[in-house]
């Protein structure tokens, strides 16, 4: 996933996805409160995105503490319905391929 400001490029991972936004996984987080373009191409939907989003919370890297998920939660800003839709489709998508039974030959 890409994540850009007027001034900022960041490459990061996601790691949790919903209808209201996502947890992109990095440990050099944007500030709480910035407005960010998000563009995405989530695994085995065929479809990517580009959103608007806004930074909401961090989840800051604790390099003496246990702290296995650093980054920042963005909750999506301006969504369309039809946005929303394909999202929730995705999600469902997502969920699906990763609860198939796995076949054994």
């Known amino acids: 996933m890409d994540c ?6 960041l490459y990061a991972s996601i790691t949790n996805i919903s209808e209201m936004g996502i947890f992109v996984r ?6 709480i409160g910035t407005r960010l373009t998000l563009r995405f191409s989530p695994p085995g939907t065929g479809g ?3 959103l608007e989003g806004t930074v909401q919370w961090i989840n800051e890297v604790r390099p003496l503490h246990d702290n ?3 980054g920042m939660g963005i909750r999506f800003v301006d969504l ?10 995705t999600i469902r998508t997502i969920a699906y391929i990763r609860d198939a039974p796995v076949r054994s030959n």
């Open 80 to 89: 369309t319905p039809d946005d929303r839709e394909r999202i929730v489709g």
């Open 68 to 70: 296995p998920n650093p």
């Open 48 to 50: 990517s995105y580009v």
């Open 26 to 31: 990095t440990t050099q987080p944007l500030s």
């Open 4 to 9: 850009e400001t007027d001034d900022t490029f």
